[in-house]
């Protein structure tokens, strides 16, 4: 059974920075493709980025320049690194495992402050 534990959200000032992790388990972590998704309320959930099996990244125009997408095979682990947070950053972010079919995570808090 994939597990998908996200962890590292909570509440920061805007400008700070926050690291989120994304803990897999149950699959074979490396040959997925992974991503980071996130819902802001009464919004659509949104794509902020992508990294592939081979550490090939994409952004969201939103976030480009300031997040940061990474992955540990070994710890099966995917990061988000983000920097110079926004009010507008304010959501719950999801991490997202393969694409047909897709495993999603709980989902982590994010609040960006003004």
């Known amino acids: 059974q994939v597990q998908l534990v996200e962890s590292g959200g909570g509440l920061v000032q805007a400008g700070g920075s926050l690291r989120l992790s994304c803990a897999a388990s149950?699959?074979?972590?490396?040959?997925?493709?992974m991503a980071w998704y996130r819902q802001a309320p009464g919004k659509q959930r949104e794509l902020v980025a992508t990294?592939?099996?081979?550490?090939?990244?994409n952004y969201a125009d939103s976030v480009k320049g300031r997040f940061s997408i990474a992955r540990d095979n070994i710890k099966r682990t995917v990061y988000l690194q983000m920097n110079s947070l926004k009010p507008e950053d304010t959501a719950v972010y999801y991490c997202?495992?393969?694409?047909?079919?897709?495993?999603w995570g709980q989902g982590t808090q994010v609040t960006v402050s003004s």
């Open positions: 997202k495992l393969g694409s047909t079919p897709a495993y």
């Open positions: 149950g699959t074979i972590f490396r040959g997925y493709d």
């Open positions: 990294i592939t099996s081979i550490h090939i990244t």
